[in-house]
Every structure is written in C-alpha cells, then in structure tokens.
C-alpha cells in the first residue's frame, strides 16, 4: 500500500526542538521528493521545505532557513524533520508530502501523510 | 515571495449549484499552479496541477483555468462531498498558498 506514516503527537516546551518522522512505503522511496507543510490550528498551509530522498538535498523557505533541518534514513524509508527554537507559533499540524511525479522535482504533492500534531507550551 | 490570495474566503451554495473559486498571484506564475481540497481533520487532496490538468481519480465537474497571476477552480455541480476548504499552490519559485476558501452549504 502506497502511504506516508507520520510520527505521533509531541508537546514541546518553547526553546526546544522537535523532531518529526515520514516513513514511507509500497513505492521506490529514492525516487519522489518529499516536502514538509504545516498547518496552525484553524489556520491554512504553509510550505516549509523539501528533501531529496535519494541524494539527500534539501531546500528550505527562507523563514525556517535557521530552523529547519530535514534527513532522510534510505535502510527504513524514512525522512525526518527537525524544527528548532520553538515557540508557540509552532503550534501546528506537520504534514509530509510526497512529490507527485517521480524522479524530478515538481512541486505538487499527491500523497499525503496523516500529519503529526505539534504544540508548544510552557 | 509570491503572495497567493484567493476570493471570497468564505462561499455559501446548495447542492448542484455551479462556483467558481479565484486566486491571484503577487507576480506571474505562468501554469505553476495547483488546487487542493481539505476536509476537517484529514490531509489535503490534489485536484488539479499546472491549472487546468485534473488528478487522476478527480470528478470531472472539478475544472480549473487561467495563466499567469489569476486562476479560477470551477465545481460545475456542487455535490454534498463538495463542501471543504479549497487552496491554491504556486509553484514556480519554491511552493506557497493561498488562505483558503471555505465552501459551506446554504
């Protein structure tokens, strides 16, 4: 089955770091982009960055250029994002998108994980 | 950045109605542009990309159109499985969104 398996809920103290897990599987993992979206809560979507998993490229948006680090592990098919100095307007909904077209990268993204929930709190 | 803003942010409609959603974009996209469909507590779906190509699997009434700063996504007849959050996608300089349209039923 082709999906994208998000890691679970985490709460956050401000000033820490999170890091989130996409593990995805039933397609060639090398092969499709994979970005990262977040959504505050009643709020809409924001793009944050991309990782090829092949290669191990990365690009980020410029907001979250000091923040954000995104990995990838190719021996279990999972990439990781790592956001740091959080504050509680990282309270959101972390989404891992897969690129749609394969080997390329095209910016639109067909399949989703089921995201993993972030809050920050003191 | 490109700044994506769609109109209205909230639309009300019955079923079998036709609506039309517009987004427009700070600079010329030229077709970088995709639409996606959210429902409460699930991920966004594709519908559409580079503006008018529909996602395999997509009901035809879903269409999309426009070039360069303004695009529209069409719903020709408004089914009850309709009713979500729509957002655009610029894609030609790294990936931003529009706010969202909410589509409520009347």
């Known amino acids: 089955q082709v999906q994208l398996v998000q890691s679970g809920a985490e709460v956050k103290k401000p000033g820490a770091s999170v890091r989130v897990s996409c593990k995805a599987s039933?397609?060639?993992?090398?092969?499709?982009?994979i970005h990262w979206v977040r959504q505050a809560p009643g709020q809409g979507l924001e793009w944050m960055g991309v990782?090829?998993?092949?290669?191990?490229?990365?690009n980020h948006a410029v907001k979250f250029l000091d923040r954000l680090t995104m990995t990838r592990d190719t021996s279990t098919n999972t990439v990781y994002m790592d956001l740091s100095g959080l504050t509680s307007e990282d309270t959101a909904m972390y989404y891992c998108a897969r690129d749609k077209i394969g080997d390329g990268l095209y910016w639109f993204f067909d399949l989703w994980g089921r995201g993993s929930l972030v809050t920050v709190s003191s | 950045d490109i700044q994506m803003t769609q109109s209205p942010s909230t639309l009300s409609a019955s079923v079998g109605d036709r609506v039309t959603i517009t987004c427009r974009a700070s600079q010329s996209i030229s077709s970088w542009l995709a639409w996606y469909q959210q429902k409460p507590g699930k991920a966004p779906k594709l519908l559409i990309y580079?503006?008018?190509t529909l996602e395999s699997g997509v009901p035809s009434r879903f269409s999309g159109s426009g070039s360069g700063t303004e695009f529209t996504l069409t719903i020709s007849r408004l089914q009850p499985d309709d009713f979500a959050t729509y957002y655009c996608q610029q894609y030609s300089s790294y990936s931003s969104f529009g706010q969202g349209t909410k589509l409520e039923i009347k």
């Open positions: 990782t090829d998993p092949s290669g191990g490229t990365t």
């Open positions: 039933g397609y060639t993992f090398t092969s499709f982009y």
């Open positions: 580079e503006a008018s």
